[in-house]
């Protein structure tokens, strides 16, 4: 682990680095923070305290897709509802197909051969344009063997 990349939050405002663990970036802090801020509160609204999570998250979607997908893996494991897995598809993961695609292809189609709940996550994003790609194809096919979240197909067991 690194001391790890910094999001505006961490730059700009007073609220030091709470995605990390004795100076040392924390995938699983973020992962947490994300699905709290995300997905879990009683009242409908955010969890105030997590809120950095998102600027956290956009900081790693965009310059480190590598920490973006380790923070999304987890999350997925940890996610108890199709709710949250649905908010993780259609922002973090299809964020990482848009914007490193070809990159990150490669690694997204070996957890789909292996993970049920991932390809569940994989069936939940939109291409964004981009339906003749090659990655978008990819993407598909890494899906195609579900189950599908628009299917109404039930939340598989976390097998990341």
Request: net charge negative; proline share 6%.
């Given at each position: ?91 973090t993961l299809e964020q990482i197909i848009v914007d490193h695609g070809p990159s990150m292809i490669d690694r997204i189609e070996a957890l789909a ?19 003749e790609t090659d990655v978008w194809q990819r993407v598909l096919a890494a899906a195609s063997a579900g189950p599908q979240m628009d299917q109404t ?8």
């Amino acid at each position: 682990m690194t001391a790890g990349p910094e999001c505006l939050d961490c730059r700009f405002t007073e609220i030091g680095h709470p995605c990390r663990v004795d100076g040392i970036f924390d995938p699983w802090v973020v992962a947490d923070a994300c699905l709290r801020h995300g997905c879990n509160s009683d009242d409908g609204n955010h969890v105030t305290d997590t809120v950095w999570s998102a600027s956290c998250l956009l900081e790693l979607e965009l310059n480190h897709p590598n920490l973006a997908f380790e923070v999304l893996v987890i999350a997925l494991r940890r996610a108890t509802s199709i709710e949250e897995v649905s908010i993780l598809a259609a922002g973090t993961l299809e964020q990482i197909i848009v914007d490193h695609g070809p990159s990150m292809i490669d690694r997204i189609e070996a957890l789909a051969k292996t993970s049920r709940r991932f390809r569940f996550a994989l069936s939940g994003v939109w291409p964004q344009g981009r339906k003749e790609t090659d990655v978008w194809q990819r993407v598909l096919a890494a899906a195609s063997a579900g189950p599908q979240m628009d299917q109404t197909d039930a939340l598989p067991p976390p097998d990341l």
